[in-house]
């Protein structure tokens, strides 16, 4: 597996700065585009065309209430598995809206006997969401709330409440000396109005680029400038609706990012632009890249462990058979002969008896070491049973393997061990065998090759036999 890097993640970081500041002229250009349609009304509309319709706007209002309903409960469901704070403040916020909002559609009917207690709970409602909003977005990547705290039912219970009391406090209001004042449904629609331009600010400071937060600034400047044109419109107007209108496109757009959230990961905080995925991306593939390579380094280590005898170091009997197989088969391919050494060390098991296997296992260790030092530029030993070893002596006939035998031979009887106060050395008997003249398989010349050890330990040991 191989990772390759486009050119232009290294030779172009100007057109990719230049094409980044692209991106974030779009996105503002796109926010700011209700406020062109408010520009346009403005100066181009007769402020005193109407279109009142009772009928339409209870319509209207109805079904935002609904939709914020529908919204409310996927953002708590949201939350509720994810425990993210973010999501609490957005479940707070659609469920503020909702039951403050909803009044304003109730009292359509009382639009010319009453209009301040028609007109008030529609600001009202936009201030407690944007309120709501902007405390969501301070606690944007806290930690999560526990189990215990998303399913209290006190504190849900209690925001309730709050809401319920928030409209007899408009219901107040509309019904005060004060309500006619402009400067009323100036405070609360301005204040609806700065708060979300706050939360823009807010986002823009804290640098968050996440593609759902994006969409958030988005959905909040579009309440803004809703506020805006509700300040600058009347009821009825054309400004008026267009407002409304505004307004709904943001909490469109701010439902989309939550229904976003319920499919993918229920969180505003860890979905990724398509560039952070390919970053983390490559990066995974680049973990799994060294992963993949430390187990096949681990494999070939486990291999070697499997072939190798762990006492002396030499390759055990499973390793030195498949070995010999293959040299035999290509013996018989190309006419090559090998000649094959069957080695056993002298009375090892008295020695045992005597000294103590640990002896015993040095005994092997030093053993092990002298044949291989002998056997070269041979490199072949195997150790095939407690002290039998077998060597491979590749494109050896049998002249030429007897004076190795000899050699190892000689080699081990010279090695001398301490045994307590005493020092003793040890033999070896050797048997070998040709390849051809003793069997053409691994399997005979291997018999072979113990035949003849064995006739070397009835001729008295410490000798080798190769006919």
Known sequence: MSITTTPSDDTLPSVRRITGWYANFL???????????????????????????????????????????????????????????????????????????????????????????????????????????????????????????????WLWGMWMVAFVVVDLLVAVLANSAIAGSLAVRLSLEGGAMAISLLNVACLVARRIHSPLMQIFGISVMAFALSSLAFILGKPWNHMWWLAHAIFAGGFFLLSYGIVQAFHTTRSFSTIYSQADLLARLQQEMTRTEGALQELQRSNQKLESLAAVDPLTGATNRRAFVERLEAEAGAARRGGTAFSLLALDIDNLQRINERFGERKGDEILKAVTTSCMEAMRPYQGLARVGGGEFMAMLPHAALDTALMVGERIRTSIQSLHFEGGVERFSVTASVGIAQFGPDGTTGDTVMRTADERLKRAKTHGRNCVIAV
Request: net charge neutral.
């Open 27 to 153: 996105l503002a250009a796109f926010a700011l585009l209700p406020g062109y349609l408010i520009a346009y009304l403005y100066y181009f509309q007769d402020p005193r065309l109407l279109f009142e319709s009772h009928t339409f706007h209870e319509f209207a209002i109805a079904a935002a209430t609904l939709e914020g309903a529908f919204v409310s409960y996927v953002s708590w469901q949201c939350y509720r598995l994810s425990g993210e704070p973010l999501l609490r403040w957005l479940t707070l916020g659609f469920t503020g809206f909702v039951l403050v909002y909803a009044p304003h559609g109730a009292f359509t009917p009382l639009a010319h006997h009453h209009m301040w207690l028609f007109l008030l709970y529609g600001p009202a409602s936009r201030l407690v969401m944007a309120i709501l909003l902007f405390i969501g977005l301070l606690s944007y990547e806290a930690r999560t709330d526990s189990v215990d705290r998303r399913a209290d039912r």
